[in-house]
């Protein structure tokens, strides 16, 4: 399988962005050995990439939705493999990746330069997976300067 951690951490964001799972799941502890419920667990990353869940939001027209679906049909992962299958579905979510990363939307950026990069239902265009690359790790930026503004302080320890 190629690039697991790439997409499970695209669909992570994206689920996060969309609110498909309530913010207590992203605290549940999974044991080794045990199968996880569907959230958003780092520790069973195939549990994330639940095709249902994907399907669902790519039918109601998420675009990043679409793309991970295209992946999981290009992979086979929880869907039967289908490459041919797969190209298609990676062009036809291209209009939708587009707009929302014009809207600053990161996994969007970060879907457009996969595509771009290994030339997935595109051309393959070096420079415009090095200018969706840029805009993803701008995204990822501003986002991490936004949650660091909204944490208060550390209070300085007594001694």
Known sequence: MK??????????????????????????KCDEGKKCPPCCCPA??????????????????????????AWLTENGVNTPKDAEKANGMYAASLAGLEKAA???????????????????GVTKNPELAEKYA???????DKAAAEAKAEKPAPAPADK
């Open 3 to 28: 690039n697991t951690a790439f997409i499970t951490a695209m669909v992570l964001a994206a689920f996060g962005a969309h609110g498909a799972e309530p913010a207590a799941c992203n605290e549940k």
């Open 44 to 69: 069973n990353p195939e549990e994330t990439l639940n095709v249902e869940r994907v399907t669902l939001l790519a039918a109601n027209g998420d675009p990043v939705a679409q793309f991970t679906l």
């Open 102 to 120: 014009a809207e600053g939307n990161g996994a969007a950026c970060r879907a457009l330069a996969h595509m771009y990069a290994e030339g997935k």
């Open 134 to 140: 840029a805009m993803a790790k701008a995204c990822a």
